[in-house]
C-alpha cells in the first residue's frame, strides 16, 4: 500500500486560492479512490472531494463550483484546488487512498482562512 504526503496548505485571505498537493510513494494508477478530506476544531473529520480510477470526481456540496480535484497519474499525485476560500474552509486537511484491501490516510497540512 501507499503512503501519503500532504503540502500546500497555508494562511490566506478570504477570497483567496490554495492548492493542496498528495504525494503517493507508488502509483495511484490502480488505487480506487483518491480523496480530500478536512477537519475543523471541534468539528468531525469530512469529506470533501474524490476521483475514482476512471476519473470520475465528485464534491460536497458546500465546495461545488469552488474546488477542483485532479490527479497527474506519471506524478502519482493528486492534487485540491481551492479558489474563492472562505473562513469556513478552515481546517487540517487529508489525503486519503482508498480501495478493496486498505484505506491509508496521509497527516494532513493545515489550511487557514482569514476573514
Known amino acids: 500500500q501507499v503512503q501519503l504526503v500532504e503540502s500546500g496548505g497555508g494562511l490566506v485571505q478570504a477570497g483567496g486560492s490554495l492548492r493542496l498537493s498528495c504525494a503517493a510513494s507508488g502509483s495511484i494508477f490502480y488505487i480506487n479512490t483518491m480523496s480530500w478530506y478536512r477537519q475543523a476544531p471541534g468539528k468531525q473529520r469530512e469529506y470533501v472531494a474524490s476521483i475514482s480510477t476512471g476519473g470520475s470526481t465528485s464534491y460536497v456540496d458546500s465546495v461545488k463550483g469552488r474546488f477542483t480535484i485532479s490527479r497527474d497519474i506519471a506524478k502519482d499525485t493528486v492534487y485540491l484546488q481551492m479558489n474563492s476560500l472562505k473562513p469556513e474552509d478552515t481546517a487540517h486537511y487529508y489525503c486519503?487512498?482508498?480501495?478493496?484491501?486498505?484505506?491509508?490516510w496521509g497527516q494532513g497540512t493545515q489550511v487557514t482562512v482569514s476573514s
Open positions: 486519503n487512498a482508498r480501495d478493496t484491501a486498505y484505506s491509508v
